[in-house]
C-alpha cells in the first residue's frame, strides 16, 4: 500500500536549466475523475518538482495541480476512513510564481494540503 511518493519526472536538456520536467501524464493519471477508482487510492501526500513552464501559462499550469489536489482530497473525504492528502512542491528559485496562485485558488481547508518546498536546483537533487 503506497502511501507516499516523491517523483521527479522530465529529462535533462542543454544549457543553463539543464533538467526539464515534463509532469504532464503523471499529473492527469493522478487526478481522479468522478466515479473513477482512482490510480494509488491510499496515497496521502505526493511531493512534486513544479517548473515554470513555457507550455502553458502560470494560470493554466496552476490549474493542472488544483484538480490534482481538490480530486484527491474530495475522494480521500468521501471515504469510510478518511484521510488527508498533501501535495509538497519543490521548486527552483526562479519558479516560484505558479505557488501562491496555486494556493489562492484552492482556498481554505481544515489542513494544510499545498507544503512548498524552495529547492537550490533540480539537477544537484537528482
Known amino acids: 500500500m503506497l502511501t507516499s511518493l ?9 544549457g543553463p536549466k539543464r533538467f526539464v520536467v515534463d509532469d504532464d501524464e503523471l499529473v ?17 501526500h505526493l511531493r512534486l518538482y513544479i517548473k515554470e513552464s513555457k507550455r502553458y501559462s502560470v494560470d493554466e499550469n496552476s490549474t493542472r ?17 478518511p484521510y488527508p492528502f498533501q501535495l509538497s ?8 510564481d505558479t505557488i501562491p496562485v496555486i494556493v489562492e485558488k484552492l482556498g481554505p481547508k481544515p489542513y494544510p494540503v499545498i507544503l512548498p518546498q524552495l529547492c537550490d536546483s533540480f539537477a544537484l537533487e537528482v
Not at 516523491?6 to 542543454?14: S, T
Not at 495541480?65 to 476512513?81: C, E, G, H, I, M
Not at 521548486?91 to 516560484?96: A, V
Open 65 to 81: 495541480y488544483v484538480r490534482l489536489v481538490d480530486s484527491r482530497y474530495n475522494w480521500s473525504a468521501s471515504q469510510p476512513d
Open 6 to 14: 516523491d517523483i521527479l519526472i522530465g529529462r535533462f536538456g542543454k
Open 89 to 96: 512542491l519543490k521548486y527552483e528559485d526562479g519558479d516560484k
Open 28 to 44: 492527469h493519471k493522478l487526478t481522479i475523475a468522478k466515479g473513477e477508482t482512482p490510480l494509488l487510492p491510499h496515497l496521502r
